[in-house]
C-alpha cells in the first residue's frame, strides 16, 4: 500500500468517526434550529418551548431534532427540577473530530495533480 492510499485510508477512517456530526448538522430544520438558538443569545441554555416558537417545527420535532444533535455532541442539557435547558457543547470533540478531518482532506487534495489542465 502506497503512503497515498495509506492516507486515504486514513481520510476514510476519520470520516466514519465524523459520520454522526455531518449527519446532524446536513440536516437543514436542524441548521435552522441552531441558527435560531444562537440567535437567542441564551449563554445558560433554552427550552423546547423557546425553540418551538421561533422555529415552523412542532414540540416533537424540535426535541427529536435536539436528540440528534445531543447524540452528535454538540449540545448538552442542563436540568432544573423538571426544566431542561439545551446549549451548545464548549468541549465538543465531535467539533474538534470534523475540523482535523476537514484539515485533512484538505492537505490531501492540495497534493492531487490538477486535472482540469487550467492551473490554480
Do not use: W
Request: with cysteine; proline share 2%; hydrophobic share 40%.
Amino acid at each position: 500500500m502506497s503512503d497515498h492510499q495509506r492516507e486515504i485510508a486514513g481520510l476514510a477512517e476519520e470520516f466514519e468517526r465524523c459520520r454522526r456530526i455531518l449527519l446532524a448538522l446536513g440536516d437543514e430544520n436542524r441548521q435552522h434550529l441552531i441558527l435560531e438558538m444562537m440567535r437567542m443569545n441564551e449563554c445558560g441554555g433554552v427550552r423546547v418551548g423557546a425553540i418551538t416558537e421561533k422555529t415552523h417545527l412542532s414540540r416533537p420535532a424540535v426535541s427529536h431534532h435536539i436528540q440528534i444533535l445531543k447524540d452528535a455532541g454538540l449540545l448538552k442539557v442542563r436540568r432544573e427540577g423538571t426544566k431542561n435547558y439545551y446549549y451548545f457543547d464548549a468541549d465538543a470533540q465531535a467539533m474538534d473530530q470534523l475540523l482535523q478531518m476537514l484539515t485533512h482532506a484538505k492537505v490531501i487534495m492540495e497534493q492531487l495533480p490538477d486535472r482540469s489542465g487550467n492551473g490554480r
